[in-house]
């Protein structure tokens, strides 16, 4: 009987799949991440040797891991095309088209004893979701939006409703809008909930399947580099270097980013001038990725050993390999090198409804995006979304403070080390669910 183990990367909101055969000793991996080893343990624990590695699509939000391990255990990276069928095991695997969420996706039906059992399904079926379909730019959307429509109505037509479903791409990915947590659902359950399984008319279709937020701008490049190939990280990583006070200050002089990754209200107490705020209780990778340029030099600091690993770990699955180090010693070796520090205000949403209550100057930021401020927001804020900020920050008066907020406050941080960046001075850090302001009873102005 066939197992499946999800290898989930929460920070991405994806999953990867080893699937084994442990009665004949042998297995693979579907949609694998550039950090191989928990794979690797996996199939030590389930006693398989993994013979193939197999990717849904050409991925645009992280590094495939497919050379990875063809390098380290000699998996088979072939490709797998539509029609064509592999036997790992007592396991029967068919690659079937299934276009949308890119214009050559695959969907892998996994069949035992000649009975169709599972499906891993990328972005192409998700709990509640469907993967988006602009990722190719606007000229491509509506038609691989049209390719999705034909996927779930006709592609996937002939398949069971009991069929397990295995999909990579899941809730908090930047590669779909909503969308259910967990790692699995049938095929039956998302005919009978899945809004797109359920939207048959054209025109609504499209319009639902291309309501999307705005993603990360590391996707541009990130089908190149799996196209061609990132370099190899192998599964051991050397330590990170220890970076003095003064090396980190010389790489910020020659314009490295010192991403801090401890929560915002620890950032807020003191912090690095000119640093980013991007916690590691939220998705370092997607905020570097969309802030800092691929290249660019990049030290870590605050927090502890433990987290800059986990940091560098999530940077590396998205191919940012340029980590000078992280800072030694933390604040304090910064603060006894004699350099300046920076503090931030750090407030809850019912300090800032006092003051706007006040009538005392001040400027609301509205760190969150689009589809959030439409909803409700702050009477009076100005809405400037997380990326937004450096390009938009001297629009806001210097004159008077500037309090920023998002839904919880980790995007609010991001963005108040932005505006530090950007040469406001007195900045507020709202932090604290957006959600309290209706708790609280207060007032909103929805957007029409």
Not at 80 to 101: F, K, Y
Not at 182 to 192: A, C, F, V
Not at 420 to 428: D, P, S, T, V
Request: aromatic letters at 6%; one cysteine or more.
């Amino acid at each position: 009987m066939y197992t499946v183990e999800a290898i989930p990367a929460d920070e991405l909101g994806n999953s990867s799949f080893l699937v084994a055969d442990p009665d004949h000793g042998v297995g693979f991996v579907v949609d694998p991440l550039r950090d191989i080893e928990r794979y690797l343990q996996a199939a030590s624990r389930l006693n398989v040797k993994l013979s193939h590695s197999l990717d849904t699509h050409l991925h645009n939000d992280f590094v495939s891991g497919r050379r990875e391990l063809a390098a380290e255990v000699g998996a088979n990276i072939d490709e797998l095309d539509p029609g064509r069928e592999l036997t790992i095991g007592n396991m029967s695997v068919q690659a079937i088209h299934t276009p949308g969420h890119t214009p050559d996706h695959k969907s892998y039906l996994l069949s035992e004893g000649g009975r169709p059992r599972a499906l891993f399904s990328g972005g192409a079926v998700m709990l509640g979701a469907i993967a988006r379909t602009d990722l190719f730019g606007p000229h491509l959307a509506v038609h691989l939006a049209l390719e999705a429509l034909t996927t779930l109505q006709v592609r996937l037509r002939a398949l069971p409703d009991d069929i397990r479903i295995f999909p990579t791409h899941g809730a908090g990915s930047f590669c779909a809008a909503g969308g259910g947590s967990g790692h699995e659902t049938t095929l039956g359950h998302e005919r009978q909930t899945n809004p797109f399984f359920l939207t048959t008319d054209v025109m609504t279709f499209l319009a639902r399947a291309l309501n999307q937020a705005r993603y990360p701008t590391y996707y541009r490049d990130m089908s190149a580099i799996n196209r061609g190939g990132a370099p190899l990280i192998g599964t051991s990583l050397p330590p990170l270097t220890r970076l003095g006070a003064d090396e980190v200050a010389h790489m910020m002089e020659e314009g490295a980013a010192v991403v801090d990754v401890r929560p915002g209200r620890d950032y807020d107490r003191e912090h690095i001038p000119g640093s980013y705020s991007i916690g590691i209780d939220g998705p370092v990778s997607a905020w570097v990725g969309w802030l800092i340029a691929r290249g660019r030099l990049i030290v870590l600091a605050g927090g502890t050993d433990a987290q800059h690993q986990k940091a560098r770990l999530q940077l590396l699955r998205i191919g940012f390999d340029t980590i000078a180090g992280a800072l030694d010693g933390g604040m304090d070796a910064w603060r006894s090198s004699g350099r300046e520090v920076s503090a931030f205000e750090s407030v809850d949403i019912e300090d800032m409804a006092e003051w706007v209550i006040s009538a005392e100057p001040m400027t609301v930021v509205d760190a969150r995006d689009e589809n959030e401020w439409v909803a409700g927001h702050v009477p009076g804020a100005v809405h400037m979304y997380v990326p937004d900020v450096p390009h938009h920050a001297d629009e806001i008066p210097r004159e008077a403070p500037v309090a920023v907020h998002c839904a919880s406050g980790y995007r609010a941080g991001i963005a108040a080390s932005l505006l530090e960046q950007a040469g406001l001075k007195r900045i507020i850090h709202v932090n604290g669910q957006y959600s309290d302001w209706d708790r609280l009873h207060l007032a909103e102005v929805h957007a029409t």
